[in-house]
């Protein structure tokens, strides 16, 4: 990455092995093993087409400079302009540093390769209700006193089990007596470095909170979503959680 680091036009983004330019619509990243990408988050087909024409001449700069820098990269992939290509799930090169014993290719095998036999909307639920499950569990043995307590637990667990590098914060809620609880989550081994789909990726995160926050306050209106997420464009996920009350 120090050779990446010459290239003026990219920015360090904070410690991941991941180098980003955003261009107007369009956001370039370059990983630590050579991967390139150019993408408009949020956007469909026919506009990421007109961002990427739009912003060539810059793109083809940075292209350039990185073959500088010593880096094989294939223009013709990069300006593709949406052409579709295999989907891969495997994380790339430094978007983990805090997991390097952690082996999220193999979690991630079995989690997306269903994928390509099974209704998507079924496995999400799969996902989703395995993650309701650990959380209930999570409250069931820790018993928190109180919701920081519960989030403490739920931070401890994501760490020792590699899940990401999660921190809470709350925000008041106009229909509900209860604060929102906002988790940022760095590193998630179910997205960090994963193709940008304009989806969220963390289906079982989303599914670990609602069952946690349905646990503990013993109430089913359990609202949880997943803002941002590397399948949006982002290079991190976070989640709003809402309890409204009976």
């Known amino acids: 990455m120090k050779k990446l680091a010459k290239v003026e036009s990219l920015k360090q983004v904070g410690k991941l092995g991941l180098m980003e330019a955003r261009l107007g619509d369009v956001v370039v990243q370059v990983f630590a093993n050579g991967e390139m ?100 569990r999570i409250v069931k043995q820790t018993q928190p006193k109180d919701v920081k307590s519960l989030n403490k637990s739920l931070v401890l667990f994501m760490a020792d089990s590699g899940v990401g590098v999660a921190s809470f914060k709350e925000e008041k809620v106009e229909k509900s007596t209860y604060p929102a609880q906002i988790l940022r989550l760095e590193e998630s081994a179910f997205a960090a470095g994963m193709p940008v789909i304009n989806a969220a990726y963390c289906h079982f995160v989303r599914g670990l909170l609602r069952g946690a926050y349905v646990a503990f306050y013993e109430l089913e209106n359990v609202d949880v979503k997943e803002e941002n997420c590397w399948g949006r464009g982002d290079d991190y996920c976070q989640f709003r959680a809402v309890v409204y009350p009976k």
């Open 37 to 136: 990408r150019a993408f408009a988050p949020g956007q469909e087909l026919d506009k990421l087409q007109a961002a990427l024409v739009a912003s060539s001449v810059k793109i083809m700069e940075i292209i350039a400079s990185i073959k500088k820098a010593g880096y094989s990269i294939d223009e013709q992939a990069v300006m593709s302009a949406g052409q579709v290509m295999p989907f891969d799930y495997l994380a790339p090169e430094g978007v983990r540093p805090s997991f390097k014993g952690v082996s999220v290719d193999l979690l991630r095998e079995v989690a997306y390769a269903p994928y390509e036999v099974a209704q998507q909307f079924q496995l999400e639920r799969n996902e989703v209700q395995a993650g309701e499950n650990a959380g209930r």
